[in-house]
């Protein structure tokens, strides 16, 4: 299991990099990183290679690979390098993909620039791509050498891509600590305190990841929310209509999944009414219109913790409590849908 340093990049990467002598350094960023982030860190890095790609979920793909491992095998990048993935989780996830199978792998360094990378993507070693549509369908895991978590990038966010990130806090939450639920969802949105919700997120990830570092079994409760969050991200995808950040679309996930929860008597009327009431206070309405429930219905036959043709969710089971491997239908999945859109027609 890697370690996590949560402080200022300017102390924690020169203290890493004097146990180490790579041969070589690329930092990839995106265009967003590469304004707001790379210049703090330009200042402190020995010499190094800058691989730059454009940013956003639909960059993440095997052609933006071929880029990355292009630039690396030009700058002639030998397997005692480094790679630094700096930017959210799809830097980290593509990044770290890269370094994993670059010449059978390298080093690399997970620095989350996201509050949705800090508190999830970021820790535990998945690694992948998109293909075809398909979240994270091609990937591996592998862990970084070491995640750096500087809490001073979150001031470089605007407040949409904090509110993505906090749809994962609110997933650990309920999986795992009632008593943090019950004290994130009494304060708004620009209330929380973030250098504790990250340090809780990290703790709780990490607790889970050790125990199951491949996800054979306790590791899928983190997917609590993700399997029609997950269908419905890579839905909006496809569509003309305003894109949906990853966070958003697990708050939908976690509604709907909240509510098979109650229907198979999982969870208590009191803790759906919680979910529903604080997500949608925090979220808002995401409309699913009458045509779209069959095509994300659909994509759940892709999810990866499905057994054959049979569709498995990790569905909560108490306050603080999440079960996995729970066999659902089509049917049950279609009424917690319309059990969401139900909820924006009030």
Same mark, same amino acid.
């Given at each position: 299991?890697?370690?996590?340093?949560?402080?200022?990049?300017?102390?924690?990467?020169? &203290?890493?990099? /004097?146990?180490?002598?790579?041969?070589?350094?690329?930092?990839?960023?995106d265009?967003?990183?590469?304004?707001?982030?790379?210049?703090?860190? @330009?200042?402190?890095?020995?010499?190094?290679?800058?691989?730059?790609?454009?940013?956003?979920?639909?960059?993440?793909?095997?052609a933006?690979? /071929?880029?990355?491992?292009?630039?690396?095998?030009? &700058?002639?990048?030998?397997?005692? &390098?480094?790679?630094?993935?700096?930017?959210?989780?799809?830097?980290?996830?593509?990044?770290?993909?890269?370094?994993?199978?670059?010449?059978?792998?390298?080093?690399?360094? +997970?620095?989350?620039?996201?509050?949705?990378? +800090?508190?999830?993507?970021?820790?535990?070693?998945?690694?992948?791509?998109?293909?075809?549509?398909? @979240?994270?369908?091609?990937?591996?895991?592998?862990?970084p050498?070491?995640?750096?978590?500087?809490?001073?990038?979150?001031?470089?966010?605007?407040?949409?891509? #904090?509110?993505?990130?906090?749809? /994962?806090?609110? @997933?650990?939450?309920?999986?795992?600590?009632?008593i943090?639920?019950?004290?994130?969802?009494?304060r708004?949105?620009?209330?929380?305190?973030?250098?504790?919700?990250? &340090?809780?997120?990290?703790?709780? @990830?990490?607790?889970?990841?050790?125990?199951?570092?491949? /996800?054979?079994?306790?590791?899928?409760?983190?997917?609590?929310?993700?399997?029609?969050?997950?269908?419905?991200?890579?839905?909006?995808?496809?569509?003309?209509?305003?894109?949906?950040?990853?966070?958003?679309?697990?708050?939908?996930?976690?509604?709907?999944?909240?509510?098979?929860?109650?229907?198979?008597?999982?969870?208590?009327?009191? #803790?759906?009414?919680?979910?529903?009431?604080y997500?949608?206070?925090?979220?808002?309405?995401?409309?699913?219109?009458?045509?779209?429930?069959?095509?994300?219905?659909?994509?759940?036959? +892709?999810?990866?913790?499905?057994?054959?043709?049979?569709?498995?969710?990790?569905?909560?089971?108490?306050?603080?409590?999440?079960?996995?491997?729970?066999?659902?239908t089509?049917?049950?999945?279609?009424?917690? #849908?319309?059990?969401?859109?139900? #909820?924006?027609?009030?």
């Amino acid at each position: 299991m890697s370690t996590v340093t949560i402080a200022p990049l300017t102390e924690s990467l020169p &203290a890493f990099l /004097e146990s180490y002598d790579f041969s070589a350094i690329a930092v990839i960023a995106d265009n967003h990183t590469f304004r707001f982030c790379y210049p703090e860190l @330009k200042t402190i890095l020995p010499k190094h290679t800058l691989v730059r790609i454009k940013a956003g979920e639909e960059q993440k793909h095997i052609a933006t690979c /071929e880029l990355i491992w292009d630039a690396l095998t030009r &700058a002639n990048f030998d397997r005692h &390098a480094l790679v630094l993935n700096l930017g959210g989780g799809v830097i980290g996830d593509m990044g770290g993909f890269c370094a994993a199978t670059y010449k059978r792998g390298i080093a690399f360094v +997970q620095i989350p620039t996201t509050l949705l990378a +800090q508190v999830d993507a970021s820790v535990g070693g998945k690694l992948g791509i998109d293909f075809r549509g398909f @979240k994270n369908h091609i990937g591996v895991f592998q862990q970084p050498n070491t995640v750096l978590i500087d809490p001073s990038f979150l001031t470089t966010l605007p407040e949409r891509e #904090l509110r993505s990130g906090f749809a /994962e806090i609110i @997933k650990h939450c309920l999986i795992a600590d009632a008593i943090m639920w019950d004290e994130i969802r009494r304060r708004d949105l620009d209330e929380q305190d973030w250098p504790t919700l990250v &340090a809780h997120s990290v703790a709780v @990830k990490q607790r889970v990841v050790a125990e199951d570092p491949t /996800e054979k079994g306790l590791r899928k409760i983190l997917n609590f929310g993700h399997t029609l969050g997950h269908a419905v991200e890579t839905y909006f995808l496809t569509q003309p209509r305003k894109r949906l950040l990853h966070g958003e679309a697990i708050a939908v996930g976690m509604v709907a999944e909240a509510f098979m929860a109650f229907q198979k008597k999982m969870i208590d009327q009191d #803790l759906l009414t919680q979910i529903e009431e604080y997500i949608f206070a925090v979220y808002g309405n995401v409309r699913l219109a009458d045509e779209d429930v069959e095509p994300v219905l659909a994509l759940t036959l +892709q999810d990866k913790k499905n057994r054959g043709r049979e569709v498995r969710m990790s569905l909560l089971d108490g306050p603080g409590s999440c079960a996995f491997d729970v066999h659902v239908t089509p049917a049950e999945m279609r009424r917690g #849908l319309e059990f969401y859109r139900g #909820l924006n027609k009030n």
